[in-house]
């Protein structure tokens, strides 16, 4: 079950990345601002109900405080990601930039930045999965196995886009389908690692739980309000990104609470 539930996120952006193997050039626009909303939904509904409300009950022993964990995990995280944004390209910035009489190298500087930028926002949704099976495998009662598979889900719901964002481009520059498919596949694999480093570090992590919880959550939120609502609004058309947000959020919503 556990192992699974660590494959689940990279199995969704593998599925993403195939998206090359079935376009013959671009993603269509409404397409894609659609996937984006829903995927931003869903991190959103799963931020909420699988990692910020579970770490508030961790902290039920400081009585009306225990919003603090909540509150310093979750700025601990929006301020992790945007370190991390100061340091390397934002995801919309680098999907815009013009095209322009460069040079291969420069070309390929680009288009691995982006990867470089997916592959890094994936750690904290690792982090974040490897965190809710640590706290079930400790025996916490907050967290059920179908409350992680329930996030594992959701996160490989919205990594389908992000896998399919990196690939098309790639193959757009005239890279090889099964090149732009390997590109976009790795990206995500960081995903099961980082999950794996946290499950092995739950003696540790136990302690702490309520924060890393709300961490991740931050990370997330921070991920959607930075990089797939801006890509998916841009030119100022945001009725799909809209419509597949709500789809987004109410299935996660719906998903978390029936599972849990």
């Known amino acids: 079950m556990i192992f699974i539930g660590l494959l689940i ?21 409404n397409v894609q601002r659609l996937l984006l909303g829903f995927a ?23 009585g009306r405080l225990r ?15 945007f370190i991390l944004d100061r340091i390397t390209p934002h995801l919309h910035a680098t999907a815009e930039k013009p095209e322009g ?28 999965v490897g965190i809710v099976f640590a706290s079930h495998l400790s025996g916490s009662a907050l967290i059920s196995s179908a409350d992680a598979l329930a996030l594992a ?3 490989a719901i919205q990594n389908f886009p992000e896998g399919a964002i990196i690939s098309m481009p790639l193959r757009q520059e005239g890279n090889g389908k099964a090149k732009s498919f390997l590109y976009g596949t790795l990206s995500g694999a960081v995903e099961p690692v980082a999950a794996i480093v946290t499950i092995l570090l739950t003696s540790f992590v136990l302690p702490f739980m309520p924060y890393f919880l709300a961490f991740a959550a931050g990370a997330m939120v921070y991920v959607v309000i930075e990089e797939l609502i801006p890509e998916a609004t841009k030119n100022e058309q945001s ?5 597949g947000f709500s789809i987004g959020f109410a299935l996660m919503m719906v998903l978390d609470v029936a599972l849990g």
Do not use: Y
């Open 101 to 128: 009489p460069e040079s291969g190298i420069k070309k390929f500087s680009r288009t691995m930045m982006l990867f470089f930028a997916v592959t890094l926002h994936n750690i904290p949704e690792g982090m974040a």
């Open 239 to 243: 009725d799909v990104c809209t419509i």
């Open 153 to 155: 889900i959701g996160i």
């Open 40 to 62: 931003g939904g869903v991190m959103i509904a799963a931020g909420v109900w699988s990692l910020l409300i579970p770490a508030m009950e961790m902290a039920d022993g400081l």
């Open 9 to 29: 996120p990279f199995l969704g952006t593998t599925l993403g990345s195939s998206c090359v193997f079935f376009m013959k050039h671009t993603m269509n626009d």
């Open 67 to 81: 919003f603090l964990p909540a509150i310093t995990g979750f700025a601990f995280g929006v301020a992790f990601l």
